[in-house]
T-cell receptor
Framework: AQSVTQLDSQVPVFEEAPVELRCNYS??????LFWYVQYPNQGLQLLLK??????LVKGINGFEAEFNKSQTSFHLRKPSVHISDTAEYFC????????????FGTGTRLAVRP | DAGVIQSPRHEVTEMGQEVTLRCKPI?????LFWYRQTMMRGLELLIY????????DSGMPEDRFSAKMPNASFSTLKIQPSEPRDSAVYFC??????????FGPGTRLLVL
């Protein structure tokens, strides 16, 4: 079984500053990794995903993440955040063999201040 | 495409009543997932279907919960009888093959 740890429940940051949201996973098999964003009172929207290939993955809204197999991490980064990036961010993992069940982390609330 | 459609968006009911949540997956998607989101437990997978067949229902909390997928374009999640601790946001998601899951807007359930 897989598990996902998002160590930071909240990350406050000023507008135009860089941000990194941390995600670590645990799995005995090869995995797919995802970051989803949830705006208030909305469903989850895919930001980016790692399936295979290049370990640096670029997503929507200027976000990127790097898969580090040795450290079992998939941290999310953005060089300059906007007020509109304020939302809850979820890291998720699934088994590469099936790709069916997603296991989610507990989420990180990104609060961007002017 | 219209995306995953869920209804109702909000539901308020009294303890003991039956609640039915509905989901229409994206056309052409062959997998459907039901999730529950609460502050205490985060996002939990309740059950998922492949080609209308339930594959894993280990996340269904108890016998009061049941889910069906009578055809490729419709699924229901039923709670009978409902209890206050069932209050949560319930999400439906769908995907095609090994691709990404797409989430609906959710149903916000409040059981009084």
């Amino acid at each position: 079984a897989q598990s996902v740890t998002q160590l930071d429940s909240q990350v406050p940051v000023f507008e135009e500053a860089p941000v990194e949201l941390r995600c670590n996973y645990s799995s005995s098999v090869s995995v797919y990794l995802f970051w989803y964003v949830q705006y208030p009172n909305q469903g989850l929207q895919l930001l980016l995903k790692y399936l295979s290939g290049s370990t640096l993955v670029k997503g929507i809204n200027g976000f990127e993440a790097e898969f580090n197999k040795s450290q079992t991490s998939f941290h999310l980064r953005k060089p300059s955040v906007h007020i509109s990036d304020t939302a809850e961010y979820f890291c998720a993992v699934s088994e590469a063999s099936s790709g069916d069940k997603l296991t989610f982390g507990t989420g990180t609330r990104l609060a961007v201040r002017p | 495409d219209a995306g995953v459609i869920q209804s109702p968006r909000h539901e308020v009911t009294e303890m003991g009543q039956e609640v039915t949540l509905r989901c229409k997956p994206i056309s052409g998607h062959n997998s459907l997932f039901w999730y529950r989101q609460t502050m205490m437990r985060g996002l939990e997978l309740l059950i998922y279907f492949n080609n209308n067949v339930p594959i894993d229902d280990s996340g269904m909390p108890e016998d009061r919960f049941s889910a069906k997928m009578p055809n490729a374009s419709f699924s229901t999640l039923k709670i009978q009888p409902s209890e206050p601790r069932d209050s949560a946001v319930y999400f439906c998601a769908s995907k095609r093959g090994p691709e990404t899951q797409y989430f609906g807007p959710g149903t916000r359930l409040l059981v009084l």
